[in-house]
Nanobody, 122 residues
Framework: QVQLVESGGGLVQAGGSLRLSCAAS????????MAWFRQAPEKEREFVAA????????TYADSVKGRFTISRDNAKNTVYLQMNTLKPEDTAVYYC???????????????WGQGTQVTVSS
């Protein structure tokens, strides 16, 4: 059983930055690929970014490339999402997820956090 808890969301002006954190329970964090997804009100959940078990390989949605950076610290059982140059269309609930591989479809992930709200004002 893996428990994930996101933090760091909030309200920010367009062009600003936020850093999300996702803390994982247990001692097997390094065995999982980690990802961030987001879901805007009345919209489908969409892939944002993923990172491999060792943190070397990363994947980003086209909409966030060059602005967001995913990273992990296995010693701290934590994955991060640094979000820069935020836009109003980035407004959503952001979820972290753990799975065996860094895939872009939500069905490949076994564990999910509760989500953290990110609101970007124009």
């Amino acid at each position: 059983q893996v428990q994930l808890v996101e933090s760091g969301g909030g309200l920010v002006q367009a062009g600003g930055s936020l850093r999300l954190s996702c803390a994982a329970s247990g001692r097997t964090f390094s065995r999982y690929a980690m990802a961030w997804f987001r879901q805007a009100p009345e919209k489908e959940r969409e892939f944002v970014a993923a990172v491999s078990r060792n943190g070397v390989s990363t994947t980003y949605a086209d909409s966030v490339k060059g602005r967001f950076t995913i990273s992990r610290d296995n010693a701290k059982n934590t994955v991060y999402l640094q979000m820069n140059t935020l836009k109003p269309e980035d407004t959503a609930v952001y979820y972290c997820a753990a799975g065996l591989l860094a895939m872009t479809l939500s069905r490949h992930y076994d564990y999910w956090g509760q989500g953290t709200q990110v609101t970007v004002s124009s």
